[in-house]
DNA sequence: CATGAATGAGAGTTCATTCAT
DNA sequence: CATGAATGAACTCTCATTCAT
């Protein structure tokens, strides 16, 4: 999905809004002052709120890196969410709090399908890990998969809420030269 | 602070109206209509929507069992979150979606200062554990509070956003002892 | 369907912007302005504005006097409208005026139902009448209904349209005479 | 006033939107989207809406046939209108929808005008008919209009509101010869 | 302790129209 | 001859809250 110009800094300008104020600061008004032009121009480039809030949803897909396999899969995923925070780091405040989009169906199916498809795939290299001895065998995967992203959701979390009060390229190498310790064999 | 019965029940209301369907279904309307009474009548309960609000993030708050010490002290905070939530399911939508409240003040204070109380406590005992040889040393105590902290926050959440679709004491059973088991020495 | 007073007011108001200015007069602000209250004190009497054109709509069936029978039936029905109509003059405006709410359908099924109701209750009369020779039968009673219904909607339009230009009820009492002429026998 | 066949294109497709959806329907996106062009190349046609809503009332306009006299003009014109309005359905929906202008004041004094021009005509040729003994001379003239015009009007109205559920060419054959019955002498 | 009625502020959205290109 | 982008005005409707009863 191609965007234009306009598209994209509408996304930005409501990225940022809803980093800053939540889903309340998120009106049309808003981005549409933000933006600097009349409420009905922002309507000429996204047919209604929700095809905004969409297009948000989408930047959080990660651009996963196909070439690795299991292990080392499963770490580049963990270093790439800290890139992707780091380099935009409103994304930090809103990219796990799937609660702000309750009661709006079709977003909660994107972000259900998006959560699920990063899950498999985990999942997939998780057991490649394992038969290739390269992570521990004698824990279940889906324990696995939450010992590994529950504390990089945690991180990323508290980064945004702290108002990037650390520096999480340190942190976040700290979390997984840990991880990587504990789960080692 | 004591609550009457009819606050109570309000706050019980409330937070399954934010549970089904978020913040945008949490007015003082759709309260007042599930408990049975004129909207003017809630505010005879609670002086207005922020009070509610901060009524329930206070349900939020785990009674710690203070009698024990270091590594004990953190298996059985552990247990306590899935005790909580599974005793009361709607919390799991909503106990760890701080965003939800994002753009209030007050509350994300109140949040943000819970958060804290809870996490110097488990720093507290983390060390006191490494200390005593109860957990591995080689690791900062960050990183182990968010190995431990954030998988627990990943499991409750994904119950409550499956809508329970799994028996999250099983699972957290599960999470604990394989958290134990990575953690040892 | 008990209507209070504030609810007849409105429907009142609304029936006589819809005659003076079209669909296009007939808007939420205009209501609250006439009656003096605000825009969301109106929603406290109906629901939506469906339900006001839904209120105006039912104040358009007759009361129909079911005593009578063939000819007599037929021939009070007329009456009524008139009476109906210059009773209440705005009522001339709308009442055979279907297109105004062409678009809306659940509007347009109870306007359709109505009319259903109406035709089918004169074709039966109609019937009776001829039957008892009261009126001609070398006519269909198709052609009989429209002859003696079309006039009486194009009276009343004419009048509405004219702003009453004219005293309805002598044309009306003219109209009604001329039809009992040529339809004799 | 000549017409490009892009003016033609466009007041075609208007009274289809208005024929279908009513008033509400009839909007400067809808024509442009309908015709495949941008809004703003409309205007290049038409200075605004209302010379297009001017245009479709132009088509209203019957060519009525001069050559005939009193009870053939008479006859003749409700003919015409039965096989205007069977040549082009949508006209069914609107034609005798003089409210859906009520507000534009400039399309009302169009319509209000054409009407009178045709009453004239219609009451002059009804004279004459009366004078020669071709029509019933105890009825006024004006009910005499109305039971002709009221009858075909309606059944106008009817054919359009079923969606063109009969076939008008019979039923509206069947009223002509049920008006000649019954106003005969 | 409760209600009916009201309100200012603001939500998302659509309208006819204009202007630079 | 056409478009993309924009706009002021208006639309229906919902929000939290207040006040007289």
Redesign the pocket.
Same mark, same amino acid.
């Given at each position: 999905m191609e965007r234009?110009? !306009?598209q994209d800094e509408i996304l930005d300008t409501a990225l940022h809004l809803l980093a800053n104020g939540g889903v *309340?600061n998120?009106?049309? *008004? +808003?981005i549409?002052e933000s933006i600097?032009?009349?409420?009905?121009?922002?309507? !000429? +480039?996204f *047919?209604? *709120?929700?095809e905004i809030v969409k297009g948000i949803i989408e930047k959080f897909d990660q651009n996963i890196i196909l070439q690795n396999e299991g292990i080392e899969f499963i770490w580049n995923f963990v270093e790439g969410r800290i890139v992707q925070v780091s380099a935009a780091p409103v994304l930090a405040k809103v990219i796990f709090a799937e609660e702000l989009f309750a009661g709006e169906s079709e977003v909660e199916d994107m972000l259900f399908s998006m959560m699920h498809k990063h899950r498999d795939l985990l999942f997939k290299h998780l057991v490649i890990a394992q038969n290739n001895g390269d992570i521990c065998q004698n824990i279940p995967v889906d324990a696995l998969f939450r010992i590994i992203i529950g504390p990089v959701r945690l991180l990323v979390k508290q980064w945004g809420m702290s108002n990037y009060a650390f520096d999480i390229k340190v942190k976040g190498r700290e979390l997984l030269e840990s991880l990587q310790t504990i789960l080692k064999k």
């Amino acid at each position: 999905m191609e965007r234009t110009k !306009r598209q994209d800094e509408i996304l930005d300008t409501a990225l940022h809004l809803l980093a800053n104020g939540g889903v *309340k600061n998120l009106t049309m *008004k +808003h981005i549409a002052e933000s933006i600097g032009v009349s409420e009905p121009a922002v309507y !000429r +480039h996204f *047919k209604n *709120k929700a095809e905004i809030v969409k297009g948000i949803i989408e930047k959080f897909d990660q651009n996963i890196i196909l070439q690795n396999e299991g292990i080392e899969f499963i770490w580049n995923f963990v270093e790439g969410r800290i890139v992707q925070v780091s380099a935009a780091p409103v994304l930090a405040k809103v990219i796990f709090a799937e609660e702000l989009f309750a009661g709006e169906s079709e977003v909660e199916d994107m972000l259900f399908s998006m959560m699920h498809k990063h899950r498999d795939l985990l999942f997939k290299h998780l057991v490649i890990a394992q038969n290739n001895g390269d992570i521990c065998q004698n824990i279940p995967v889906d324990a696995l998969f939450r010992i590994i992203i529950g504390p990089v959701r945690l991180l990323v979390k508290q980064w945004g809420m702290s108002n990037y009060a650390f520096d999480i390229k340190v942190k976040g190498r700290e979390l997984l030269e840990s991880l990587q310790t504990i789960l080692k064999k």
